[in-house]
């Protein structure tokens, strides 16, 4: 049997919020209001079974935004390596326990949570903070339509960077 393939045309929409602020400092305003999240310790709550422990911990790596960072990439000094005048560094931003109230509907709700952002500035221009509105990048799933938590990320996740950028 071969395999299927579809196409899910949807309506993305990019949300950026732009700050006066130099690059540097709204990383620095980012990285103080959001922890770390650990995967080897998320890992152990998983090979021991332990949900509690697991949201506890979540619960703990959250505060005080409600959203912790999963991953991050500096991307700005390849990119001026290879001669292009930009700062950039990426972010996977979320909450796993949140995220159960996408996961529940899709298992490809992995494609969007944790949420992607971006910070940049090109020599000259103002910083910027981009990411995709959540409600729109999970309009491609039908099945997710009855989870709120799309919603609730587009209104608590945006005012976090928002807060960064002023």
């Not at 090109?122 to 729109?136: C, F, P």
């Not at 938590?149 to 209104?155: G, N, Y």
Request: hydrophobic fraction near 40%; include cysteine; glycine fraction near 6%.
């Amino acid at each position: 049997m071969a395999a299927q393939v579809t196409q899910t045309p949807y309506d993305a929409v990019l949300l950026t919020i732009r700050s006066d602020k130099p690059y540097s400092e709204v990383v620095k305003a980012i990285e103080s209001r959001l922890q770390r999240f650990s995967i080897p310790k998320l890992m152990e709550y998983v090979t021991h079974s332990d949900r509690e422990g697991l949201e506890a911990y979540v619960d703990e790596v959250s505060v005080p935004t409600g959203f912790s960072v999963f991953w991050d990439f500096e991307q700005g000094s390849t990119m001026r390596l290879a001669g292009i005048p930009v700062e950039s560094k990426f972010y996977l931003v979320g909450n796993a326990v949140i995220a159960r109230g996408l996961f529940q509907y899709s298992g490809a709700a992995g494609l969007g949570a944790p949420v992607r952002i971006c910070v940049s500035q090109r020599d000259g221009e103002q910083t910027r903070i981009d990411l995709d509105q959540v409600t729109a990048f999970f309009s491609k799933f039908p099945e997710v339509a009855l989870s709120g938590v799309p919603s609730r990320l587009d209104a608590e996740m945006v005012k976090v960077f928002e807060e960064a950028a002023a």
